[in-house]
């Protein structure tokens, strides 16, 4: 046995607990500063993407205020394009993602490296979003446009009906009455 823990102990270095909690450091440093380059790295690129966007947003109405770009330093960084649409980098693969927040959840709507491809991306979203806005504005004036004359209709029927009623009841009291002076002595 004394065989095995002299082996045992020419194996194992012998280092302090100073030593020790010295290497932990700078091993913790090392990640913070992985941390802090990659996030320095993704706003980098975000802003990149939100300078070339920049005059584009321009050309949106002035009365559509749904879309502004907002660079949001979180965790993750993200370029907000509107109330449920970001960009957001892929840290290992330096990837733009177009990611859309609905009610059903997440959902990457484009995927791609280069800056140019995802500003068209983002340009094919918020141009989507406005003729999906405008045809539905269209559709609600064309279901107002629909239900005026309907509507004038169906007071015109309401008013029928009333009448129907109250020629009803008067004739049913005529009736009565001059049933019961017919059966009367």
Not at 4 to 21: C, D, G, T, V
Not at 55 to 75: C, H, V
Not at 101 to 124: F, I, Q
Request: net charge negative.
């Amino acid at each position: 046995m004394d065989t095995r823990e002299k082996n045992h102990a020419e194996l194992a270095p012998s280092r302090s607990l100073r030593e020790a909690i010295l290497e932990e450091r700078l091993k913790e440093a090392e990640s913070i500063d992985r941390v802090t380059d990659r996030r320095g790295s993704e706003l980098a690129r975000l802003e990149i993407l939100e300078a070339n966007l920049g005059d584009a947003f321009d050309d949106i109405p002035e009365a559509d205020d749904r879309f502004a770009l907002l660079l949001s330093p979180s965790e993750p960084a993200r370029l907000w394009v509107d109330m449920l649409a970001y960009v957001a980098m892929d840290a290992p693969a330096r990837t733009y993602r177009l990611i859309w927040n609905g009610g059903a959840g997440r959902r990457v709507l484009a995927e791609t490296e280069d800056v140019a491809e995802m500003k068209n991306h983002v340009l094919d979203y918020v141009a989507g979003q406005i003729v999906a806005r405008e045809r539905q504005l269209q559709g609600l004036a064309d279901r107002q446009a629909m239900r005026a004359p309907v509507s004038s209709r169906a007071r015109r029927g309401i008013g029928i009906v009333v009448w129907a009623f109250v020629i009803g009841l008067l004739t049913g009291a005529f009736c009565l009455l001059a049933l019961a002076y017919l059966i009367t002595p």
